[in-house]
């Protein structure tokens, strides 16, 4: 069982930055693809990032050059590094966990064992 908590949410302008932060319960933090995924009102959830256990990292298109995904095994935490934020990036973010998934399946919300409660970022024009 892994438990998720993200943090780090909030306003920002156009052209701003935030930090999301996604801290897992467990010991097993290591052995999981961790993923980002947004839900914009009206929307249906959609793929943000990935990063497999061994540090592979991918991205939606919307996020490539402006998005950076990492984690830090110490703290069991994995990261959403925002930069160069627009108002289409207005979402509720969540964190997700797998255990196995292959790389081709990592924007695939169905894949995910585990969701966080998720954070909302809000961009203004």
């Known amino acids: 069982q892994v438990q998720l908590v993200e943090s780090g949410g909030g306003l920002v302008q156009a052209g701003g930055s935030l930090r999301l932060s996604c801290a897992a319960s467990?010991?097993?933090?290591?052995?999981?693809?961790m993923g980002w995924f947004r839900q914009a009102p009206g929307k249906e959830r959609e793929f943000v990032a990935a990063i497999s256990r061994s540090g592979s990292t991918y991205f939606a298109d919307s996020a490539k050059g402006r998005f950076t995904i990492s984690r830090v095994y110490a703290k069991n935490t994995v990261y959403l590094q925002m930069n160069s934020l627009k108002p289409e990036d207005t979402a509720v973010y969540y964190c997700?966990?797998?255990?196995?998934?292959?790389?081709?399946?990592?924007?695939?919300?169905?894949?995910?064992?585990?969701w966080g409660q998720g954070t909302q970022v809000t961009v203004s024009s």
């Open positions: 467990g010991r097993t933090f290591s052995s999981y693809t």
């Open positions: 997700a966990a797998v255990i196995l998934v292959r790389p081709r399946q990592v924007l695939r919300d169905n894949e995910y064992e585990y």
